[in-house]
């Protein structure tokens, strides 16, 4: 059994899409990612930070799921991250709303002792000096680090990106920040162009339309599975990167055929998260449910052309 190491927001959502409302509930990138992984046999933590105004129960959530909270810090007197967002009619595009920085502002991540030498490492959506610092805490060189980002960390700390960018082995960003990082219109051209950046393995998710996987001269496609309602894409590409890392921290095997699988992981497990608010659908998961949505992933693609 491998190990995955999650460093990413733990935060207070609240949101709106065309369907509804919510309050305050348990959001940030960490818990999707943790829930996502939790699905597979790797033994996870988080790294993150929070006030003490959150919840024991949202924390008893992920413990009861086997993630490892001991590197969460609580913040004596202290706020947590909240984010506000509204999703447009298509759901596609969204508007933040808030976002207050609070405990994540002066975040100084510590790796829990048990989980320095972790086989995969999860850097989630943060400033690139968090990221980098959680890789300067290993013992050993992880077997995968796997880095989130987006356009804000490209607009306002491009140099810590890049040196962050160039100690990791996959990078996973939808279609438009991949044309921003690299002013190539082509996905093909910027994944080649990212690879020379640093990472051997590019991951670019385009939401409803699936995610490609480039390595080398390889390249390979999942589809997003057409889904009769989505009612909340928040925390997708986080549930994404949870599936896909948590899969290679269990399976050990980081070849470019087991990434395929992984990718498929993260884009089945990401369907479900769509399907009600925030993590309420993650929580309540049943692997048989799991199981089926993947055959019908199989289904989706299989064809039997025969060449003549
Ligand atoms: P996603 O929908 O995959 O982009 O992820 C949404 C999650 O990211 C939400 O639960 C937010 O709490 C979290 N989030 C939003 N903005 C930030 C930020 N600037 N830093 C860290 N986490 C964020």
């Known amino acids: 059994m491998g190990e995955l190491l999650i460093v990413g927001s733990v935060a207070f959502d609240a949101i709106e899409t065309p369907f509804g409302k919510t309050g305050k509930i348990l959001g940030g990138a960490a818990p999707f990612i943790g829930l996502a992984a939790s699905q597979f046999k790797a033994k996870s933590a988080i790294v993150s930070v929070v006030g003490d105004d959150f919840p024991q129960a949202y924390l008893d959530l992920l413990t009861d799921r086997n993630i490892d909270i001991s590197g969460i810090e609580v913040v004596k007197g202290g706020k947590t991250f909240f984010w506000q967002g509204k999703y ?15 405990t994540l502002g002066d975040f100084t991540p510590v790796v829990p002792n048990d989980f320095k030498n972790a086989d995969v490492v999860m850097l989630g959506n943060l400033h690139p000096n968090t990221q980098m610092s959680v890789i300067n805490q290993m013992e050993e060189r992880p077997k995968l680090i796997v880095l989130d980002t987006m356009n804000f960390w490209m607009d306002n700390t491009w140099d810590e990106l890049m040196e962050v960018i160039k100690r990791i082995d996959v990078i996973t960003i939808n279609d438009e920040e991949a044309r921003q990082l690299t ?10 162009k990212i690879q020379e950046m640093g990472p051997r393995y590019v991951v670019i998710k385009k939401g409803e339309h699936g995610a490609l996987l480039f390595h080398k001269e390889n390249i390979f496609f999942a589809p997003a599975l057409p889904l009769e309602e989505v009612f909340d894409p ?12 948590g899969y290679l921290a269990e399976t050990g095997n980081i070849s470019f055929e087991n990434m395929k699988n992984a990718i498929i992981h993260g884009s089945n497990l990401a369907s479900f998260c769509v399907e009600r608010f925030g993590t309420e659908r993650m929580l309540e998961l049943q692997k048989h449910e799991v199981e089926a949505r993947l055959m019908q992933f199989r289904d989706l693609t299989q064809f039997n052309i025969e060449l003549t």
């Open 183 to 192: 002013e190539e219109y082509s996905l093909v051209k910027a994944a080649a």
């Open 88 to 102: 447009h009619n298509d759901l596609n595009s969204r508007d933040t709303l808030v976002t207050e920085l609070n």
């Open 234 to 245: 928040t925390g997708a590409g986080d549930t994404f990167a949870g599936g896909f890392s």
